[in-house]
């Protein structure tokens, strides 16, 4: 099975700030990566696909970037509505694997 | 309204059964994968099954393989998951996801809101 590695499991930020997620594939994913952002007893939400496709109406400020097993989520300025946990996940190879999630709180 | 809802959640014994149900409403039901997600209590995302559009093709984590079977009804626009010989690891909320459209699987694009699964006794 694929591993996926985020880090860091959590990180403290004002509004304004950039926020940056790494998430690592212990195996040769190329661009087969999504990021989701999950709010407290909401469902996730679908941000990214194809590692650096931002899904439709997801604001500007978030992208995503990386090839093969890094890659990386960036915030460009918090908003007071991105706080939330956001996991990364692959879909190179079943079974479909997601890292542990970061929350980023205040 | 593109949405998922989901039901068939509910209290079950250890070794007991359950079939979850998802109702797609917006988009061509027939055109897309379709997945089923759980998030135990407190935990991370945990992908169960996936099922092709026609139904040729099934998938399915470790864990459930043998117990559960994921089905699909295109002329309900319906996703259904079987589960049987339930455990306690089981327990979580199960999310029935949209995946995308064509030959080959990928990300979940839209999720529904979840239902909740509580194996015990």
């Known amino acids: 099975d694929i591993q996926m590695t985020q880090s860091p499991s959590s990180l403290s930020a004002s509004v304004g700030d950039r926020v940056s997620i790494t998430c690592r594939a212990s195996q040769d994913i190329t661009t087969w990566l999504a990021w989701y952002q999950q709010k407290p007893g909401k469902a996730p939400k679908s941000l990214i696909y194809r590692a650096s496709t931002l899904q439709s109406g997801v604001p500007l400020r978030f992208s995503g970037s990386g090839f093969g097993t890094d890659f990386t989520l960036i915030i460009s300025s918090l908003q007071p509505e991105d706080f939330a946990t956001y996991y990364c996940?692959?879909?190179?190879?079943?079974?479909?694997?997601f890292g542990g999630g970061t929350k980023v709180e205040i | 309204e593109v949405q998922l809802v989901e039901s068939g959640g509910d209290l079950v014994l250890p070794g007991g059964s359950l079939r979850l149900s998802c109702a797609a409403s917006g988009f061509s039901f027939n055109n897309h994968w379709m997945k089923w997600v759980r998030q135990a209590p407190g935990r991370g995302l945990e992908w169960v099954a996936n099922i092709k559009q026609d139904g040729s093709e099934r998938f399915y984590v470790d864990s459930v393989k043998g117990r559960f079977t994921i089905s699909r009804d295109n002329t309900q626009n319906s996703l259904f998951l079987q589960m049987n010989s339930l455990r306690a690891e089981d327990t979580a909320v199960y999310y029935c996801a949209r995946g995308p459209p064509g030959e080959n699987d990928g990300d979940c694009n839209l999720w529904g809101r979840g239902t909740l699964v509580t194996v015990s006794s």
């Open positions: 996940q692959q879909y190179q190879t079943y079974p479909l694997t």
